[in-house]
């Protein structure tokens, strides 16, 4: 698995630890992704909100541009994390920590087992066949059979001409007459 902080290497050259606190480390962001959020600014925030230190909502705006509550609210709202009640700074800024929940501790297992068993399914090959056997099977196959290009039943010349026959040979469309003679029916010109 590839090291969770590679993506925030322009996030954390500028990283001020006097403004924002350390960095989240790998494994926090590592669980933040396999909790569902891909790498951004709202899993950065919510790695930072795992931290010992928990983050505030000013830190977030720093670090992040913007507020990015919602997707914590969202991680809370489905049990994957709990929020850990921590005491206002002396600034009187709320502080977020979180703390993963057994069920947030099972989805990233379970998002682990199946990384893992994609990259073993991904390193395993087929087993090579004898040199000989190749040549056997190359022996037997048949030649393919050359594709068939399908032809249209009808061209669009002999569809046109067997419209212009059948109209030829249709009878016009006569009406009676109330005097006794018949008149073709026509669509009056306006």
């Not at 925030?8 to 006097?18: A, L």
């Not at 977030?60 to 850990?84: H, S, T, W, Y």
């Not at 009878?171 to 029916?185: F, Q, R, Y």
């Amino acid at each position: 698995m590839t090291d969770a902080t590679n993506w925030y290497t322009g996030s954390f050259k500028n990283w001020s630890i006097k403004a924002l606190g350390s960095k989240p480390t790998a494994d926090q962001l590592e669980a933040i992704h396999l909790l569902g959020l891909r790498p951004g600014k709202q899993a950065l925030a919510n790695a930072m909100a795992l931290r010992p230190e928990g983050v505030t909502n000013a830190q977030i705006i720093q670090a992040c541009g913007n507020p990015q509550l919602n997707r914590m609210r969202g991680l809370i709202a489905d049990k994957l994390v709990k929020r850990e009640p921590v005491p206002m700074t002396g600034a009187g800024h709320t502080v977020y920590k979180l703390v993963l929940t057994p069920k947030g501790e099972q989805r990233i297992s379970k998002a682990r087992e199946r990384i893992a068993a994609a990259e073993a399914e991904a390193n395993v090959t087929a087993p090579a066949k004898p040199a000989k056997a190749v040549k056997k099977a190359a022996a037997k196959r048949k030649p393919k059979a050359e594709k068939r290009t399908s032809e249209p039943a009808v061209t669009i010349e002999q569809f046109a001409d067997d419209e212009r026959r059948e109209r030829e040979t249709r009878l016009p469309d006569v009406t009676p007459i109330t005097d006794g003679n018949a008149v073709m029916n026509e669509t009056p010109q306006i």
